[in-house]
């Protein structure tokens, strides 16, 4: 194109006869086709000059001043040409525009009215200074003042009693300018003094400078869906039996007060659970049981009323009160007797009388930064406690007995692994002739080698031991490692001493027992007789039957059964007349205070009394825990056959048996000239 266009310019020039007319369409086609900029025109016009202005030929430099000339002309013309149009399809747009915008905001202004006054909610216009502008026939109807009436009200005078400072604190930033809107439930007094919830939102206007210069509220009344909500709320928190609080509730209130920010300084739980409550479900049906249930739960509620209580029903026959704000332990205390006082009066439902009694588990302990999973936990072990020691009573929870629970239990967890790693050994205490000071036998002590823990004594884990049940293959390894000591014993004496090993209930009742101990002794060539199995008096008094069949198979065969620990427990003469007893083993307690000489002391006088019914009874007695020459000598005087203790000999391992046993003792075997089976065990 620029090719052509100069090619038109130079026949211009060079034109007989001339004439610059062509270089005037030039200047307009340059226009037309937009090279429109100043220094597109400058550049050309220059370009002519020093293409074919140069040198003395004064009818070229005519000629080329003429075409300058028309080519400005031309240009200018055209450019002049395309303003003028463009300003008029300006103003031409601009008319249509400002036409197109009168329409349309008479438009949007009839849509704003139809929707400000056929709208379902609740619309308000007002200014940055509160006061009310307009409001639409919903809100009127809503809040139930006129149009005229809420005119002169400022939307200050709206503030609901129960409003949050967030509300206000929102409203305050928004008119403020620094938020354009926000969103919020807020309740409002109607002006016959009803509540009505709604879901406000407030946008802000601004002018044309960006300042604020109206607000406008919009509505939306959600009284019934508050209702509902308020009711599944309460549904879902509540005990649907007792009207209580339920677990979820009760959670709730407890994660509030045991947080970081907690606004009490201590607070407490009571547990409660109702003993043999499952009896009356099972006699007369769960609908009477319900009826029991909703009585007590009533009474709990009456009983323990206030702001800082609250009563729960955890599910079943279980409840729990939280107090917040106690002082000390008292408090709870407090709650408890009066928890346990309102349980214990008698139901009556139906013409039925019912005797309800609850056990309670307590923890009372600083608030701030509490555990709300441990406090429950320990209210929880308390309640167990209380159970156990029982029932209709409560229990402190005690940091230092749940320690050792704890430490009973992961003990229990390692039980099973120490077996198979052979961590147990056997200590043994040697069993003392009274008459003469001759060994008779041994007791074999159980101790464990823990890796870590070092040596562990049976009172450590034993109940551990007993409440899984490997105390059954633990008291077979002790049978059969004590019997084979004995072997090793006689094989390197020549002596016969009788092994006494203590059993558990839970070994009797496993029904191996028998078959164990014939096994053992057949494989070690003891006789029976050199045999003695130690049981409790609360074994004996808890035997069944069945224990009871076993004791007698294994009596039957020659191997001696002995009371440990006699006088401890029930002290229950009953199974000396139904069990084969050969022993009784009298307990360190009645020792203690024995002194030669003094047959009127009140020890001495119990002591004589047990050895002369166990003597008529033809069993022997063994005294446990002597410590003193005196001590030993007492028992001497008052006739009792065996003892054992730190005088005669501490327990210890396996090789000390060969100095106790040697030559110097020789000890007295079963079938000696007294003719007695000797009897052996107790503790050290």
Same mark, same amino acid.
């Given at each position: 194109m620029l090719a052509d266009l100069t090619r038109r310019l130079f026949d211009a020039l060079s034109?007989?006869?001339?004439?610059?007319?062509?270089?005037?369409e030039v200047g307009a086609t340059l226009v037309d086709r937009h090279f429109t900029h100043p220094s597109s025109i400058a550049r050309t016009i220059a370009l002519l000059a020093r293409t074919w202005g140069r040198g003395d030929d004064a009818e070229l430099r005519d000629r080329v001043g003429a075409v300058q000339g028309a080519l400005a002309a031309g240009y200018a013309e055209r450019l002049q040409e395309r303003t003028f149009a463009e300003q008029d399809a300006i103003r031409s747009a601009a008319m249509i525009a400002q036409d197109e915008a009168e329409r349309t905001a008479r438009v949007l202004e009839a849509r704003f009215r139809a929707v400000f006054a056929g709208a379902a909610v609740g619309i308000g216009v007002g200014d940055v200074d509160g006061r009310i502008l307009d409001v639409n026939p919903a809100l009127e109807k809503m809040l139930g003042y006129p149009m005229d009436e809420m005119r002169r009200r400022n939307v200050g005078e709206f503030i609901h009693p129960a409003d949050t400072a967030e509300v206000w604190r929102l409203y305050q930033r928004l008119i403020g300018g620094e938020i354009n809107s926000f969103r919020i439930?807020?309740?409002?007094?109607?002006?016959?003094?009803?509540?009505?919830?709604?879901?406000?939102?407030?946008?802000?206007?601004?002018?044309?400078?960006?300042?604020?210069?109206?607000?406008?509220?919009?509505?939306?009344?959600?009284?019934?869906?508050?209702?509902?909500?308020?009711?599944?709320?309460?549904?879902?928190?509540?005990?649907?039996?007792?009207?209580?609080?339920?677990?979820?509730?009760?959670?709730?209130?407890?994660?509030?007060?045991?947080?970081?920010?907690?606004?009490?300084?201590?607070?407490?739980?009571?547990?409660?659970?109702?003993?043999?409550?499952?009896?009356?479900?099972?006699?007369?049906?769960?609908?009477?049981?319900?009826?029991?249930?909703?009585? *007590?739960? @009533?009474?709990?509620? =009456? #009983? +323990?009323?206030?702001?800082?209580?609250? %009563?729960?029903?955890? /599910? $079943?026959?279980?409840?729990?009160?939280?107090?917040?704000?106690?002082?000390?332990?008292?408090? *709870?205390? @407090?709650?408890?007797? =009066? #928890? +346990?006082?309102?349980?214990?009066?008698? %139901?009556?439902?139906? /013409? $039925?009388?019912?005797?309800?009694?609850?056990?309670?588990?307590?923890?009372?302990r600083e608030a701030a930064g509490a555990d709300s999973a441990e406090l429950v936990r320990a209210a929880d072990i308390t309640l167990y406690w209380a159970k156990a020691e029982g029932k209709d009573r409560w229990a402190l929870f005690d940091p230092e007995r749940s320690l050792r629970e704890v430490d009973q239990y992961t003990l229990a967890q390692l039980l099973p692994s120490a077996l198979e790693r052979g961590e147990f050994r056997l200590h043994y205490q040697?069993?003392?002739?009274?008459?003469?000071?001759?060994?008779?036998?041994?007791?074999?002590?159980?101790?464990?080698?823990?890796?870590?823990?070092?040596?562990?004594?049976?009172?450590?884990?034993?109940?551990?031991?007993?409440?899984?049940?490997?105390?059954?293959?633990?008291?077979?390894?002790?049978?059969?490692?004590?019997?084979?000591?004995?072997?090793?014993?006689?094989?390197?004496?020549?002596?016969r001493p009788c092994v006494s090993v203590n059993v558990a209930l839970r070994q009797l009742s496993d029904g191996r027992l028998l078959d164990h101990v014939l096994r053992v002794l057949d494989e070690h060539r003891m006789a029976p007789d050199q045999l003695q199995l130690e049981l409790t008096e609360r074994a004996v008094i808890g035997s069944d039957n069945e224990p009871l069949v076993e004791l007698q198979a294994l009596a039957g065969l020659g191997v001696g059964i002995a009371i440990d620990d006699f006088g401890t427990g029930y002290s229950n003469m009953t199974y000396l007349r139904r069990l084969p007893i050969t022993g009784l083993k009298l307990a360190q307690s009645f020792v203690t205070g024995l002194r030669p000489g003094k047959p009127d002391h009140t020890d001495a006088k119990i002591v004589r009394s047990i050895l002369t019914l166990a003597h008529d009874l033809g069993l022997t007695v063994t005294a446990e825990g002597v410590e003193t020459e005196d001590q030993a000598q007492a028992l001497r005087e008052l006739e009792c056959d065996q003892a054992q203790g730190l005088f005669f000999g501490a327990p210890g391992p396996a090789e000390q048996l060969s100095t106790v046993f040697g030559p110097k003792g020789s000890a007295r075997s079963p079938g000696d000239e007294s003719g007695e089976v000797p009897t052996v065990g107790g503790d050290e």
């Open positions: 034109s007989r006869p001339f004439d610059p007319a062509p270089a005037r439930a807020k309740r409002f007094v109607r002006s016959d003094g009803d509540t009505v919830w709604t879901q406000l939102t407030v946008s802000l206007i601004r002018d044309d400078q960006g300042r604020p210069e109206f607000q406008i509220a919009v509505m939306e009344d959600i009284t019934d869906l508050r209702r509902l909500q308020n009711t599944l709320e309460y549904q879902a928190q509540h005990d649907t039996l007792t009207g209580l609080a339920n677990r979820a509730l009760f959670q709730l209130r407890l994660d509030a007060v045991t947080g970081p920010m907690s606004p009490v300084q201590r607070v407490g739980l009571c547990l409660l659970d109702l003993d043999g409550f499952k009896a009356i479900n099972d006699s007369v049906g769960h609908s009477v049981g319900d009826r029991v249930l909703v009585e *007590i739960a @009533a009474r709990l509620a =009456a #009983a +323990l009323a206030g702001d800082r209580q609250l %009563v729960a029903r955890l /599910g $079943g026959d279980e409840f729990v009160v939280l107090v917040e704000g106690t002082t000390s332990a008292q408090d *709870i205390v @407090a709650v408890a007797d =009066a #928890a +346990l006082s309102a349980v214990s009066r008698p %139901v009556v439902i139906a /013409g $039925g009388v019912y005797n309800v009694t609850a056990s309670a588990g307590l923890v009372e040697p069993l003392i002739a009274l008459a003469d000071g001759a060994p008779t036998g041994f007791e074999a002590l159980l101790r464990w080698e823990h890796p870590r823990l070092g040596q562990l004594r049976p009172d450590r884990f034993i109940a551990a031991a007993e409440e899984t049940g490997i105390i059954v293959p633990i008291g077979q390894w002790v049978i059969e490692e004590a019997c084979r000591q004995a072997r090793l014993l006689r094989e390197s004496t020549g002596v």
